[in-house]
């Protein structure tokens, strides 16, 4: 029986239990029985005996679980086999960071969708998980569904992964992609995605570039291209005009805000783009394009963000940590 | 070639390949009011020169956007002019926006 906890109860962490129960049948064919034995949020959890659709009811009803024991207190105290960390991203690496790498001195496999301890301790966090054999699973931080990370670091093993780029955030492809398609001015656009829920109010982690910098540190510390956030060169895309895409038009490009990662330079920022290149792509979809010296280029595209999108690429993980 | 120069004739060059790598890139910002000439001429060099332009004013006041084509002798030419043309760029606040180094293969 593996025993799974959840720290972190929002979207994510209510889409992967969630979608854990829908797919239970399939799932456990493919690893063995399964059963959360902790659920924690921020202010408060859930153990023992309770079911996942009691715990999903209560939060919706009261914003709050049962019991006040942190999410901490379960890490260290309770029994357990996987780790499934969905706290929200801080970029220093917030409580996230903690729990991960309590987890990992106590034996557990982790399995996180949150891209900060990564971003903040991506050495120190897989040298840790390799000291107690057991594994750190990270598919769901970049690149939504699409396995991205997998992709990198098991199907391209053989291969010396020269370049990377990447349409990483969702967000800056659907105003480009609109200001495109619409001859609309940045402003317009943004705010008809916010009024879509596809931007924040506070849209600066995205427009700015920041997301999508974070996203490449993980990407090129996966394949082996030390990176620290702040080696990366970062633009955002506030200042693109419709011109500018009628221009870029006349001599076959768009426009894309792309992160990009050698051994020379680690960048995101909006780049003319052939618009036959696979990431040229419209709407909130997301994509990679892996350069490698042995197999030319491969490229991934699909869902970059969701609730369900992002529990699928955490169960991949689950999956992949018990049935390889 | 003997019986030219044997004439006097000074041969400067033979069968030299002038432009070997070129490449787009869209400048965003005030780029006349900031002197586009300048621009331009600061990045012409014997390995490399702006050969086509293209430039957009949608409004008095408001940024222009501009496409300019750099030619050079080679790929290391070409990548020393577009470092020259974003520090120029970057001086005078206007935005640089290059392309993607190579097409999908």
Request: proline share 2%.
């Amino acid at each position: 029986m593996i025993r799974i906890g959840v720290v972190g109860f929002g979207t994510v962490g209510q889409g992967f239990v969630e979608l854990l129960a829908a797919r239970k049948s399939v799932v456990e064919k493919l690893v063995g029985e399964f059963r959360i034995v902790f659920v924690a949020d921020s202010k408060s959890s859930i153990s023992g005996n309770f079911s996942i659709s009691e715990a999903i009811e209560m939060k919706r009803r009261n914003g709050r679980l049962r019991d006040d024991r942190t999410a901490m207190e379960l890490i260290r105290e309770e029994d357990f086999d996987v780790l499934v960390e969905c706290s929200v991203t801080k970029l220093d690496g917030g409580d996230g960071l903690r729990y991960i790498r309590e987890a990992l001195k106590k034996g557990c496999h982790v399995v996180t969708s949150n891209k900060g301890p990564l971003v903040a301790a991506y050495d120190e966090l897989m040298k840790l998980a390799s000291q107690h054999g057991v594994e750190l699973m990270y598919e769901a931080t970049v690149g939504g569904a699409t396995p991205v990370i997998r992709l990198a670091r098991k199907y391209l093993a053989a291969c010396t992964i020269e370049r990377i780029s990447g349409v990483l955030n969702g967000t800056c492809n659907y105003i480009l992609s609109r200001m495109e398609e619409e001859g609309l001015p940045y402003e317009r656009v943004l705010s008809e995605a916010r009024e879509l829920g596809i931007a924040e109010a506070d849209p600066s982690y995205d427009v700015e570039g920041i997301d999508a910098a974070a996203k490449l540190v993980i990407l090129a510390n996966t394949v082996g291209i030390r990176a620290r956030y702040e080696d990366v060169e970062r633009k955002g895309i506030s200042s693109i005009t419709p011109e500018a895409f009628r221009i870029a038009a006349e001599k076959g490009y768009t426009i894309r805000l792309i992160a990009e990662a050698s051994r020379k330079r680690l960048i995101v920022a909006p780049r003319l783009v052939r618009k036959s290149h696979p990431l040229s792509l419209r709407g909130t979809m997301n994509a990679v394009v892996f350069n490698t010296a042995e197999a030319g280029s491969i490229a991934v595209a699909g869902r970059g963000a969701g609730k369900y999108e992002t529990a699928s690429a955490m169960i991949s993980d689950l999956v992949d940590i018990y049935a390889g | 070639m003997e019986e030219l120069e044997g004439r006097g004739v000074i041969v400067r060059s033979v069968d030299e390949v002038r432009i070997l790598a070129a490449a787009s890139v869209l400048l965003i910002g005030h780029i006349i009011h900031t002197d586009l000439s300048d621009t331009i001429r600061r990045i012409d060099s014997d390995g490399a020169e702006c050969v086509e332009i293209r430039v957009s004013m949608p409004e008095v006041g408001k940024p222009s956007t501009a496409m300019l084509t750099i030619a050079a002798r080679s790929e290391e030419e070409l990548a020393e002019a577009i470092d020259k043309l974003k520090e120029v760029c970057s001086e005078k606040g206007i935005e640089v926006i290059e392309p993607l180094d190579e097409e999908f293969v």
